[in-house]
């Protein structure tokens, strides 16, 4: 049984506002929760699951006992944001944020230049944690990482990358003034022909604009993806241009 | 004006059964129309536009003047799939497509074996498109390429790039049978550390299942993109593999 400000307090988790406010966010579903409750580094508030999903994860939800409420599927279709029929949703807590000054310039960084579409988004969070990229900078145009849609398609790297909001590249740079500036622009060096750099920072521009004039002057290695198509090909999405640009940076570090 | 029986027909349209029927699509807003409109390779059935588009584009409209049919965004909304405003639809014929045994076995081509998501697929084919892919063959269990969500996905890619539905993998390795078979599995050689292949079929596998157990038996090259965390990452996405793996193994011919 879920209370009605419980409800409340729930749903406001759907809009960023609240989930910046609270700093909690919601994790949905029996693959996200069962994630969540596996990590170490995001703490767990309230569980919200299914009689028939608490019996069968006895021993997954032990350590949680205090923060385990049971519900049905019809209150977690109220709560939630899933279109599907859900056992079970979590609220957990915000992770604090790195300072910048934290950051390793000697490893690769990225930074999110107003990425809008929330698949893109978490797309991009799963490369950066299958690439065990440490941290990834947003932009505060950026869409939020912790948004329901951003969790979901990011497949729980918001439990593994640590995420820095509101960052602006320019104060990066202040703090880190010797690292690498990277971005994928229209006319710069081929990808596959520059030295291979698997240290500073990598600039990912928003899906039609790209990277915003202010950032590109701040650039020191401007970078392409070579086309191989004869005429014209139209793009790349932006979470294969990153995928693509973060495995030939690393390239060196990945051979074994 | 749009007639019943022409919007019956175009409705028809948004389902696989009747595209296969007809060996029509269509192709939704300004964007992707532009795109149609300005190819040689896939032939314009009809054209369905407002007033204010058909002014504003006059002379693209120009060569296909027979075809085209004022409408308003009221019936644009009936007919097309889009769920924001649309002032253009237009019909499409299904390119005929190639047979195996004209395909190339000297250059790179892409084997779908059940991929399930249209943005996916959609990525895939841009993916394709950009890196020069002549053909993509697709499983019967693929999503089809011509579904108004991958048209959409695939930013025209389908207007450029061979796709062959209804492909069985071993008809293709018995019409080339020197040809690499290159799939990513969980336990390959490491990709950046394997002799590059500009040539063959890639196989990218279903989303959550990966190859089909009989087609990973037809592989002659099994890869794996390496991982950089420490502590076990997801999996990256479907798209993002292929734009990994497809960069790769065209590396060699796209340093200039």
């Keep these: 049984m879920i209370s009605i400000n419980q409800q409340k ?4 988790l759907h809009l960023k506002k609240f989930r910046q406010k609270y700093r909690n966010f919601l994790v949905e579903g029996e693959k996200m929760v069962k994630e969540l409750l596996t990590q170490q580094r995001v703490a767990v508030v309230t569980i919200y699951g299914t009689e028939r999903w608490a019996a069968q994860n006895a021993a997954l939800i032990q350590p949680f006992y205090d923060k385990f409420n049971t519900t049905t599927e019809v209150e977690l279709k109220k709560i939630g944001t899933l279109t599907t029929p859900n056992q079970v ?3 957990a807590m915000i992770p604090e944020q790195a300072i910048l000054s934290s950051i390793d310039p000697n490893v690769l960084t990225l ?3 107003g990425i ?4 893109n988004m978490g797309t991009i ?3 950066a944690d299958w690439f065990g990229i440490r941290h990834v900078c947003c932009s505060d145009d950026t869409v939020d990482a912790f948004s329901p849609k951003v969790v979901q398609s990011g497949m729980g790297a918001c439990f593994r990358v640590g995420i820095l909001e509101g960052i602006i590249l320019s104060d990066f740079i202040k703090i880190h003034p010797d690292t690498s500036v990277i971005g994928a622009v229209m006319d710069g060096q081929n990808l596959f022909s520059t030295t291979l750099f ?3 920072i990598l600039v990912i521009g928003n899906e039609g604009k790209g990277i915003r004039p202010e950032n590109e002057n701040l650039l ?3 970078i392409t993806i070579p086309s ?3 005429n014209g090909a139209e793009s790349l999405n932006a979470g294969v241009a990153t995928g693509i640009l973060v495995a030939e940076l690393l390239r060196n570090k990945l051979v074994y």
Tied chains: 1, 2.
């Design 116 to 119: 809008q579409d929330p698949g």
């Design 198 to 200: 698997g240290s500073g």
């Design 9 to 12: 307090y729930i749903t406001s």
């Design 111 to 113: 930074y999110l230049d």
């Design 89 to 91: 949703v979590a609220v």
């Design 220 to 222: 020191t290695h401007k």
């Design 125 to 127: 969070l799963r490369i």
């Design 228 to 230: 191989g198509a004869e």
